[in-house]
């Protein structure tokens, strides 16, 4: 019974999958090219071209078997307890215990976003920063907040530096975005037990307008909490308009709930497919290689049937002749078909941004995770990077790696994706222990690093800054849950390589809930 409830309450947090243990033995592997060398003991990375397809083809570049098993083998086999096996470079420093809340103990905060243009630019507004989190009631227990999360936003003064500014970011609650119920009116069963707000992104357009993306999403659960049908998930877009005074910033509109997309079954997974499909968070942004349109990418999963042995050779992805490939059967009759992520793509079509289409995914994660959360396009010297978000628990079996940022980098939208970092995908990582067992957000592992927990749902911002919310800092035996906003990072990013900058704030970690605009509107200024 234990083990079904616990199942479940994975499930409804979006953690769905198997905390994997052990050792292995490995050394630092080299990176010289685009073809990142094997480690002894370990398979050679999948070879990725980079190169770019036209958005609109069928060509799905995926984070293959062979590219994950990177990330055991650059963990440490020696690193003893409450150490950090992984590589210093990929490793986000650790976040204080002592760390201060943003919101003076009003809402739980976690998914955020800022005001962004086309080119995620992050603009203030007559003198005012604007973020957007995902909050909940205080009173709530944190780890029952995603059924009951909603979309709230906080302003501070633009252009002060973050050693001037209070600790905890000088971040001033405004309230919920929408009006009440409103998010709610979409669904056609109106019997939801309960309606609730996950992440997406705010673009703002001259005159303060503002649209935002947003996944409303309904449950069906009876009284002992147990689902009655599968979540209902979709993307949406509300329009509404944003005024500010000496006093701050305040929201009208977001009267009118676009929907926007839901999954179809055939390149995106649906609750009749699996209960615990995933189907969020979209990030809508312009192409200069294809002007006049507006694309979308979103987490999703492959649309197989729960459970299907689906996985091909392509998705285990070694090359001919490595002794250390694994037998596709072996892999296919284990758990590890059950993780199936992928990242999704939509064009918009029309001027207004609300009706899309449907591309093919851009990268798949089949029998390698289960979750792609949060996915965004970073452009930089050329190159189009996609970040992604996941955790230890939902790797498949036989992959391992921390809680973090993961990226790949190619020439396009959609291209052939290298995964960055010795062909890992790892691009910032908690400090973590892969040869010991992780355990919960609410219950670590006594083995683990007090930072395995610290940080997610990470948002990599102009000039590398990374923004996240604190989940869980400290042990077993003296552990503090977050609910606010952590310490921003940098990172340097350069080609398929991507590390820390510790010269950044002190010591890495830069200012709480640090979320700095880099451009500057009124009510006239031309927004891209």
Same mark, same amino acid.
């Given at each position: 019974m234990f083990m079904t409830q616990l199942r479940r309450g994975l499930a409804s947090l979006g953690l769905l999958g198997l905390v994997l243990t052990g050792t292995a033995a490995g050394a630092q592997p080299q990176t010289t090219d685009n073809a990142p060398r094997?480690?002894?003991?370990?398979?050679?990375?999948? *070879?990725?071209?980079?190169?770019?397809?036209?958005?609109?083809?069928?060509?799905?570049?995926?984070?293959?078997?062979?590219?994950?098993?990177?990330?055991?083998?650059?963990?440490?086999?020696?690193?003893?307890?409450?150490?950090?096996?992984?590589?210093? !470079?990929? =490793?986000?420093?650790?976040?204080?215990?002592? +760390?201060?809340?943003?919101?003076?103990? %009003? *809402?739980?905060?976690?998914?955020?976003?800022?005001? =962004?243009?086309?080119?995620?630019?992050?603009?203030?507004?007559k003198g005012w920063e604007v973020i957007f989190s995902l909050v909940a009631d205080r009173n709530l227990g944190f780890?029952?907040?995603?059924?009951?999360?909603?979309?709230?936003? +906080?302003?501070?003064?633009?252009?002060?530096?973050?050693? /001037? $500014?209070?600790?905890? #970011?000088?971040?001033?609650?405004?309230?919920?975005? +929408?009006?009440?119920?409103v998010s709610g009116e979409v669904f056609e069963d109106q019997s939801f037990s309960h309606q609730t707000e996950w992440s997406g992104s705010t673009r703002i357009f001259k005159g303060g307008n503002v649209k935002v993306f947003y996944t409303a999403v309904a449950f069906y659960r009876n009284a002992q909490g147990e689902d009655v049908k599968p979540a209902d998930a979709r993307i949406m877009m509300t329009p509404g308009k944003l005024k500010a005074d000496a006093?701050?910033? $305040?929201?009208?509109?977001? !009267?009118?709930?676009?929907?926007?997309?839901?999954?179809?079954?055939?390149?995106?997974?649906?609750?009749?497919?699996n209960p615990y499909y995933n189907f969020r968070d979209p990030f809508t942004?312009?192409?200069?290689?294809?002007?006049?349109?507006?694309?979308?990418? +979103? !987490?999703?999963?492959?649309?197989?049937?729960? #459970?299907?042995?689906?996985?091909?050779?392509?998705?285990?992805?070694? $090359?001919?002749?490595?002794?250390?490939?694994?037998?596709?059967?072996?892999?296919?009759?284990?758990?590890? %078909?059950? /993780?199936?992520?992928? *990242?999704?793509?939509?064009?918009?079509?029309?001027?207004?941004?609300?009706?899309?289409?449907?591309?093919?995914?851009?990268?798949?994660?089949?029998? *390698? =995770?289960? /979750?792609?959360?949060?996915? /965004?396009i970073y452009m930089k010297d050329g190159k189009y990077y996609l970040f992604t978000i996941s955790h230890r628990s939902t790797f498949a079996e036989g992959i391992d790696g921390p809680e973090g940022v993961y990226a790949f980098v190619g020439n396009g939208i959609r291209s052939d994706y290298q995964p960055v970092n010795r062909g890992s995908g790892l691009a910032v990582g908690n400090p973590t222990n892969l040869n010991y067992a992780t355990g919960f957000p609410f219950d670590p592992d006594y083995n683990q690093h007090p930072g395995t927990f610290q940080a997610y749902s990470h948002y990599v911002m102009p000039g590398g800054l990374v923004q996240s919310f604190i989940d869980t800092v400290g042990t077993k035996d003296s552990f503090r849950r977050g609910g606010t906003l952590g310490p921003t990072i940098r990172l340097d990013i350069s080609g398929e390589t991507i590390t820390v900058d510790r010269s950044y704030g002190d010591g890495g970690l830069g200012g709480y809930a640090d979320i700095p605009a880099n451009r500057h509107a009124n009510p006239g200024t031309f927004i891209p």
């Open positions: 094997a480690v002894e003991g370990f398979p050679e990375p999948t *070879v990725h071209s980079q190169e770019a397809h036209p958005p609109d083809s069928d060509f799905t570049s995926r984070w293959t078997r062979a590219d994950a098993r990177q990330l055991k083998a650059m963990s440490d086999p020696a690193a003893g307890p409450r150490e950090n096996s992984m590589p210093e !470079e990929y =490793t986000a420093p650790t976040v204080p215990i002592s +760390f201060p809340d943003m919101s003076g103990g %009003r *809402v739980w905060v976690w998914d955020s976003w800022p005001l =962004t243009d086309s080119a995620a630019d992050q603009y203030s507004f780890d029952d907040r995603h059924t009951y999360a909603k979309l709230g936003y +906080f302003f501070r003064k633009a252009g002060i530096p973050a050693d /001037q $500014r209070p600790e905890n #970011g000088g971040w001033t609650y405004g309230g919920l975005v +929408f009006p009440e119920g006093n701050g910033v $305040r929201f009208t509109g977001f !009267e009118i709930h676009h929907e926007l997309l839901k999954p179809d079954g055939k390149w995106y997974q649906n609750g009749e497919q942004f312009k192409d200069p290689a294809h002007p006049g349109k507006t694309y979308m990418v +979103f !987490e999703g999963n492959t649309a197989t049937v729960r #459970g299907t042995p689906a996985c091909t050779e392509e998705d285990l992805g070694y $090359r001919p002749g490595d002794p250390h490939a694994e037998d596709l059967e072996t892999v296919r009759s284990s758990d590890a %078909r059950l /993780q199936m992520a992928n *990242v999704g793509l939509a064009v918009a079509t029309n001027d207004d941004l609300s009706s899309w289409r449907f591309l093919p995914p851009i990268l798949s994660a089949n029998c *390698v =995770t289960d /979750q792609t959360e949060r996915p /965004q």
